[in-house]
């Protein structure tokens, strides 16, 4: 069996940027375990037509390892998946990395405080455990009566059938979320007929995307303090955002009338455009950006269907008002396992109680900054509640969260401390803090329901303010909030095996 000092599940953003910082911190003794055989995460398994991202590559990327190529202000994801390999081989990561081993088990143990961790090939120990799994990692596929008599091809967004050819193809897409968005235009003019099944619109604005100049390319490689200041004008200009969302929603009608005016200029048609108009306040779902997805819609070929699914056939899926719409291809955008967050149903705290158990007991999924859970020592969960965003950059929040591991790692070797446990009582006073500057929310005044909510309604994945706010809070690891225990070894043994 292996020991090692840290064990980090998964190799995306999160995983990567972990063990880099570790790295450079002189915490070296690190392994990431990864089930896929690549690394990457989103940006390995969402290689659908169009994929890119959504938030400008230069504020969509790692602070410590800025980009002076990309080639387009929104980046397609095979050039984000090629940055995350050459920072992982630039900073000594992609060594460490196991690939193929899904993490099936980790145990804590109380005696050798330390983590017992099993995965599909192999046993190791660890005296710390990040998970870095993802918050949009399992692929989610609604149980649709029928959907098992389907005679074509099914497949989600994140795991693409490049194999099957769509040319002439009678294909359904289920959903109308962020990646629909991105392929639906580019599978559009192959298909014979494209049956696109919307459940509730989104609120869509105009993407801004361009090829970045030569001279930006010059300018960010000579002088890379002109691609600090790009990227700071963005950070601003998009916490503009979290005003509208977290401070006071009335701001977002202004939003709105932009994104009513893009959909008027793109579709003529009225009935249409009525079936496209969101109900809800803008920001309460996230908001897309795209020049290009209503124009498909308006194309000959294309029907966009508001009707519920009740049923899947062979050959067709139907609709509550009876309608069977011919198809021999689905694919769903219907998004991932995100408020259920599976890997909690893998971790195994004090007395054997699994995180998912801790976080269904009410209040449900609470971490201490997104992070630290009572009940789990030494376990350090990214991306954990409510750390997502509505506005801005995941990867900043990611940092934020890994200079807070780092910081508790490095007070850990400084005082020669074994097991660090947050305390019940600072969980709950940031818990209420959280859900106390979630109520004024668009997520929560905003009308929709979305899949930022749990079954109770209760935002249990963003963050309700500025993302300055939360670097803040996570800028140093804070130890009257923990109970740590030392090591009998002394000092320089914390940290070692
Ligand atoms: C299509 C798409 C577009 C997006 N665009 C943006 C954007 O523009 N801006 C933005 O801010 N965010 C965006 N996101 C959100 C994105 O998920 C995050 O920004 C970020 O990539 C998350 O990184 P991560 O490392 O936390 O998770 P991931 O990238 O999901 O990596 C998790 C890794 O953990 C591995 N793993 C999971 N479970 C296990 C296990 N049990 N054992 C071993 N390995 C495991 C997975 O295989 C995966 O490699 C997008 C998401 C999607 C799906």
Not at 319 to 333: E, K, P, R, V
Request: charged share 20%; proline share 6%; aromatic share 10%.
């Amino acid at each position: 069996m292996t020991d090692v000092t840290v064990a980090i599940i998964g190799s995306g953003f999160g995983g990567i940027g972990m063990a880099a910082r570790l790295n450079r911190a002189g915490i070296t003794d690190v392994v990431l375990l990864e089930r896929a055989a690549d690394l990457g995460g989103t940006w390995r398994d969402n290689s659908y037509p169009g994929a890119a991202c959504d938030v400008p590559s230069h504020l969509y990327c790692f602070s410590f390892a800025p980009n002076p190529d990309w080639t387009r202000s929104f980046s397609p994801q095979p050039e984000i998946w090629d940055y995350l390999r050459r920072v992982a081989a630039a900073e000594g990561v992609t060594g460490k990395i196991r690939f193929g081993e899904e993490v099936t088990a980790a145990r804590w143990d109380p005696a050798a405080r330390r983590w017992r961790i099993e995965t599909t090939s192999s046993t190791l120990s660890a005296r710390f455990l990040v998970t870095a799994a993802g918050p949009l990692s399992d692929p989610l596929i609604p149980a649709i009566p029928g959907l098992g008599a389907f005679a074509g091809a099914v497949f989600h967004s994140a795991t693409w059938d490049h194999d099957r050819d769509l040319t002439g193809r009678n294909v359904a897409v289920i959903g109308t979320g962020a990646s629909a968005i991105q392929f639906v235009p580019r599978i559009q003019p192959l298909v014979n007929q494209l049956t696109v099944f919307q459940r509730t619109p989104p609120w869509i604005i105009p993407r801004r995307d361009r090829q970045i100049s030569r001279l930006e390319h010059w300018l960010f490689r000579h002088a890379p303090a002109t691609q600090r200041i790009a990227r700071a004008g963005i950070y601003l200009g998009r916490e503009t955002y979290a005003l509208g969302f977290v401070k006071n929603p009335d701001i977002m009608r202004k939003a709105e009338a932009l994104a009513r005016g893009h959909l008027r200029r793109q579709v003529g048609d009225p009935d249409l455009r009525a079936r496209l108009t969101p109900s809800y306040r803008m920001g309460c779902k996230r908001i897309l950006i795209s020049s290009d997805y209503y124009p498909a819609l308006t194309q000959p070929n294309v029907s966009v269907v508001t009707d519920g699914i009740t049923e899947i056939r062979e050959k067709s899926v139907v609709t509550s008002d009876g309608t069977a719409y011919d198809a021999d291809t689905l694919i769903f955008g219907t998004g991932f396992h995100v408020t259920d967050f599976p890997v909690a149903q893998r971790i195994f705290g004090t007395g054997g109680v699994s995180l998912a158990r801790r976080w269904s007991a009410k209040p449900a999924q609470t971490a201490f900054r997104g992070t630290t859970t009572a009940g789990f020592p030494n376990l350090f969960v990214l991306t954990g509640p409510n750390t997502g965003l509505g506005h801005t950059s995941q990867v900043f929040m990611i940092e934020a969260q890994i200079r807070y591991v780092v910081s508790a790692l490095l007070h850990a070797r400084r005082h020669g401390i074994e097991r660090v446990e947050v305390r019940p009582a600072a969980q709950a006073a940031y818990d209420q803090m959280v859900q106390r500057k979630m109520r004024p929310t668009v997520w929560v005044t905003g009308g929709c329901r979305s899949w930022y909510l749990d079954a109770d309604g209760r935002n249990i994945t963003l963050w309700p303010d500025f993302t300055w706010s939360y670097a803040r809070q996570t800028r140093r690891f804070d130890p009257a909030n923990y109970d740590l225990a030392r090591s009998a070894r002394g000092v320089t043994d914390a940290l070692a095996r």
